[in-house]
T-cell receptor
Framework: DVKVTQSSRYLVKRTGEKVFLECVQDMDHENMFWYRQDPGLGLRLIYFSYDVKMKEKGDIPEGYSVSREKKERFSLILESASTNQTSMYLCASSSFHPTGNYGYTFGSGTRLTVV | DAKTTQPPSMDCAEGRAANLPCNHS???????VYWYRQIHSQGPQYIIHGLKNNETNEMASLIITEDRKSSTLILPHATLRDTAVYYCIVRVAVSNFGNEKLTFGTGTRLTIIP
């Protein structure tokens, strides 16, 4: 019954590495989102996409980029990982509805540690 | 963007109704109120949403005041599995197509006491 799958549950990378976080959804949703979650700060939106090859910056896009080549897949890229990007990363998807969205579906998260 | 204010934490006895308040005094007329919860080590889970009328589903009830400046999420018979962080969110539209992003705050940590 898994609907949003994030490729890794835990990830350890070195400073300066290029890091790819993958997210796949099987619900044919138009919208996909990447958040990061840090203690005391809640969830903060990094990037989102409402169509293939479309992307929009969220509240904290610095240091990140994204790719959406297929509708079901949304990748978050850390071009050069830094220790302040150590965090829990959450992917979500949603479907457009004209009178109100019926909710996001989140993945289980990827806990990334940059050393 | 309308902001929300929630108490940082609450306790509730098992089997009792848990009432979680949320203030959103700057909400605009076409913005919805959403509630999500996040159980430890999992992604957030959608609970319920509403515009102006009270809503109920199998998980919870949502009561929105007439002036829409505040709302209350009600879990009618709380169980230990309801221990989680609960987020009250106001939807922000980003385009004329109705696609939107949700801005999460820090939520209310609800602890159900046995």
């Amino acid at each position: 019954d898994v609907k949003v799958t994030q490729s890794s549950r835990y990830l350890v990378k070195r400073t300066g590495e290029k890091v790819f976080l993958e997210c796949v959804q099987d619900m044919d949703h138009e919208n996909m989102f990447w958040y990061r979650q840090d203690p005391g700060l809640g969830l903060r939106l990094i990037y989102f996409s409402y169509d293939v090859k479309m992307k929009e910056k969220g509240d904290i896009p610095e240091g990140y980029s994204v790719s959406r080549e297929k509708k079901e897949r949304f990748s978050l890229i850390l071009e050069s990982a830094s220790t302040n990007q150590t965090s829990m990363y959450l992917c979500a998807s949603s479907s457009f509805h004209p009178t109100g969205n019926y909710g996001y579906t989140f993945g289980s998260g990827t806990r990334l540690t940059v050393v | 963007d309308a902001k929300t204010t929630q108490p940082p934490s609450m306790d509730c006895a098992e089997g009792r109704a848990a009432n979680l308040p949320c203030n959103h005094s700057t909400i605009s007329g076409n913005e919805y109120v959403y509630w999500y919860r996040q159980i430890h080590s999992q992604g957030p889970q959608y609970i319920i949403h509403g515009l102006k009328n009270n809503e109920t589903n199998e998980m919870a009830s949502l009561i929105i005041t007439e002036d829409r400046k505040s709302s209350t999420l009600i879990l009618p018979h709380a169980t230990l599995r309801d221990t989680a962080v609960y987020y009250c969110i106001v939807r922000v539209a980003v385009s004329n197509f109705g696609n939107e992003k949700l801005t999460f705050g820090t939520g209310t940590r609800l602890t159900i006491i046995p």
